[in-house]
């Protein structure tokens, strides 16, 4: 069974980085695809880039292109999410997940399972 | 960027009785349509993909429908567990994928 674990909550001030990791077992995952997404209060979820482990390649949301940073390490089975200069509209439960797969096949773009969720909140 | 608009914003609803939620995409989307729930506390989860296939192990009381622009989540006879909130998600078009604003089900 899939299980995607996720680090634990992270408190920033205003102008740092943070980076939250996600570590997958279960599966190969070298032969699929890890996303990140975040939930801010009173905001609807936010899918924010991916990464192809089968390739290294990565795409990212416009709105994040410049801030955010997806790699993946094969010999942990982790991937991790940075995201730099901070501001208090980050605060949000970010989450990764990966493409849903059913009876082997590969659903692109429908999320499943998810991480637990990393809290982070961004303050001074 | 496709625009997910959810309907209603919250709805009330009693045990056993059945519930409809809306999700409306601002450009056709055909079935590249999933609903997810996230109860309190947890990630979300994933229950309808391609509009109307149920994800493995969701109950058969839940039901997907819909092409194109408009789609609907149905709840057959909605039991205690079943009240959380529901997200609409378009995946025809991407970077981005883009949710609804969700819908919240509440215990009447």
Redo the contacts between chains.
């Keep these: 069974q899939v299980h995607l674990v996720q680090s634990g909550a992270e408190v920033k001030k205003p102008g740092a980085s943070m980076k939250v990791s996600c570590k997958v077992s279960g599966y190969t995952f070298s032969n699929s695809a890890l996303h990140w997404l975040r939930l801010a209060p009173g905001q609807r979820l936010e899918w924010m880039g991916w990464i192809n482990a089968g390739n290294g390649n990565t795409k990212y949301s416009n709105k994040f292109q410049d801030r955010v940073t997806i790699t993946w390490d094969t010999s942990a089975t982790t991937a991790h999410m940075e995201l730099s200069t901070l501001r208090p509209e980050d605060t949000a439960m970010y989450y990764c997940a990966k493409w849903a797969i059913f009876e082997e096949v590969i659903i692109p773009g429908a999320f499943d399972p998810w991480g637990q969720g990393t809290p982070v909140t961004v303050s001074s | 960027e496709i625009v ?1 608009t959810q309907s209603p914003a919250t709805l009330s609803v009693s045990p056993g009785e059945p519930a409809t939620l809306s999700c409306r995409a601002s450009q056709r989307v055909s079935t ?1 349509l ?1 609903w ?1 729930q996230q109860r309190p506390g ?5 229950l309808i ?2 509009a109307s296939t149920r ?2 192990g969701v109950p058969a009381r839940f039901s997907g429908s819909g092409s194109g622009t408009e789609f609907t989540l149905t709840i057959s006879s909605l039991q205690s567990e079943d009240f959380a909130v529901y ?1 609409c ?1 378009q ?2 078009y ?9 819908t919240k089900l509440e215990i009447k």
């Design positions: 997910m590249k999933a997810y947890q990630a979300p989860r994933l993909y391609g994800a493995t997200y998600q995946y025809h991407w970077p981005p994928y883009t949710f609804g604003q969700g």
